[in-house]
């Protein structure tokens, strides 16, 4: 018997819905053919955006989509991706699969995808290999209404009014693919570059994101926060920066031998659960370098890319990342936003990387068919979180599979309508757990369950589309609040009135 106490008379914070965001590169199969296919294609779309990706991705309410990379992003010349689409210019995709990019999909087409999408937009900026200049421009593309060389572009190929920049990267892992800078040099051309980033439009000022850490270098984050954060910030606003990076991958065999996303035992079942439970022991890694200059919390840790990295699919291109999606990539994802949900306060966005055909997605298209994976129903069971008020919980359940890993995870939030929403894993991959959830000075009088199960190595394919899907979860009555059983490697919603 596993017990969820959860405390509804104290709040942790509000949970951004940007928790909840998406990241789609350049990369294989992500944008061209998952999300892209261009106006004439017989795929049904909308400007060229494949109407069952986006009806897909709406029903999980992205709330904002990073692109265009990634190690992509530090090669990328945005003024190649703009005008006349047969005219733009062609290139090597370097550093994935070596193939053409042939620029059809650029600003204009990524802004009209973030409309259909009804997200917030997170452009990442070049600074390994673009110029400051480069930047500042793109910046007065996108966004200055009035009078300009730039604005003038925009406006003769097509679009009058300026778009919405929400948030913009400066730089991308700029201690590996994005220049292999140290972080003294990175943290001086930080300053620099995001000196052009300027606010046209001050109702609506750009959030500035500054390339963190990779993993546990905690000394980048100390080096980059000492020379961008401490000292008096400028009077006119907004500072040097808004957030803070972290990329972090669950790879269960190591960097170099991944494994494979669907063949599994159950000692690398725990040792995935064991690498996605390490997201927690980053965040306060890096969250108490982070308080050190920043107790207020000013700046967000944006862990703008997470998720399971495996061996790609036996006979696809290695440099595409393709991978299937099982239940363990629901339990990874499950836990994970779990633990952001859990520590708000300081994370105040994470982008599952990536979206659609690459790593973890949440959706998989093969020509006109498109499939949901277990983790897109655990973004369609937790998005109620998105702007909650997260409630302290503690889970007494203890360990799992001889392990030190704890048996239940869970986080638990409040809407504005009073809803409490408690999402809980088995983490594990055979025991099915009998799950009480328990209320400080609460009694909840109306409850609705959903769950999401099956044997640890189930997955969707293109000929069982559903295999793995959302059902219906029983809930009883039980002393001080519900209670319900979870089976193995299951995934529970629980909204209660
Ligand atoms: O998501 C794939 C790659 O992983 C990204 O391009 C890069 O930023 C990271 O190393």
């Known amino acids: 018997m596993a017990t969820i106490h959860i405390d509804g008379t104290r709040s942790l914070g509000r949970i951004a819905p940007e928790i909840y965001g998406h990241f789609s590169e350049h990369l294989g199969r992500c944008i061209y053919e998952g999300i892209f296919v261009r106006p004439d294609s017989g795929i049904p779309n909308v400007n060229g955006m494949r109407t069952d990706v986006v009806e897909a991705l709406r029903e999980i309410r992205v709330p904002v989509l990073r692109w265009p990379g990634g190690c992509f992003a530090d090669e990328y ?17 370097t550093h994935w699969g070596g193939v053409v990019e042939d620029n059809s999909f650029g600003t204009h087409e990524y802004f009209e995808l973030c409309r259909q999408l009804g997200c917030k937009t997170y452009v990442n900026g070049n600074v390994g290999s673009g110029t400051v200049r480069e930047m500042s421009e793109w910046v007065e593309y996108m966004t200055f209404d009035g009078v300009s060389p730039m604005a003038e572009l925009r406006k003769k190929n097509g679009h009058k009014e300026p778009w919405q920049v929400d948030y913009f990267g400066v730089g991308n892992e700029n201690w590996g693919c994005g220049g292999n800078m140290t972080p003294e040099y990175y943290a001086n051309l930080y300053r620099r570059y995001q000196t052009y980033v300027r606010h046209y439009n001050n109702a609506a000022p750009i959030r500035k994101i500054c390339g963190g850490p990779n993993v546990d270098q905690a000394e980048w984050t100390r080096k980059v926060l000492s020379t961008c954060f401490a000292f008096p910030q ?10 803070l990076s972290l990329h972090y991958y669950v790879h269960p065999g190591g960097w170099k031998n991944k494994g494979s996303a669907t063949v599994f035992n159950e000692e690398e079942w725990y040792t995935t659960m064991a690498k996605a439970l390490y997201m ?3 965040i306060r890694l890096h969250g108490s370098v982070m308080d050190e200059y920043d107790p207020d919390k000013r700046i967000g840790l944006i862990v703008d890319e997470w998720g399971t990295w495996y061996d790609v699919e036996p006979g ?11 239940m ?5 994802a499950a836990v994970t936003l779990n633990i ?7 994370v105040k966005m994470a982008c599952i990387a990536q979206m659609v055909n690459v790593l973890q997605s949440v959706l998989l298209t093969e020509g006109e068919k498109m499939i949901r994976t277990p983790t897109w129903y655990v973004f369609h069971m937790y998005r109620d979180h998105q702007g909650a008020q997260a409630l302290p919980v503690e889970v007494d359940a203890g360990t799992v599979g001889g392990t030190e890993l704890p048996a239940v995870q869970a986080s638990a939030s409040r809407r504005a309508d009073g809803t409490v929403t408690v999402t809980a894993a088995n983490l594990s991959m055979t025991e099915e757990q009998t799950v009480r959830l328990a209320f400080t000075e609460w009694k909840p009088v109306s409850v609705i369950g959903t769950l999401l199960a099956g044997e640890a190595h189930q997955h969707n394919t293109f000929d069982a589309p559903e295999a793995v899907a959302e059902q219906p979860l029983p809930v009883r009555p039980a002393e001080g609040g519900v209670s319900f059983t979870l089976p193995a490697c299951g995934v529970v919603s629980v909204q209660l009135r």
Do not use: S
Not at 328 to 332: F, G, P, Q, S
Not at 340 to 346: L, M, P, Q, S, V
């Open 316 to 326: 696809t291109n290695p440099g595409f990342l393709y991978q299937q999606n099982t």
């Open 280 to 282: 927690e022991d980053l």
């Open 328 to 332: 363990r990539d629901a339990l990874v």
């Open 77 to 93: 010349h945005w003024q190649d991706g703009i005008g006349p689409r047969e005219q733009r210019k062609r290139m090597v995709n």
């Open 234 to 243: 400028p009077e006119d606003a907004h500072g040097f920066m808004d957030g």
């Open 340 to 346: 952001f949900n859990n520590h708000c306060d300081r």
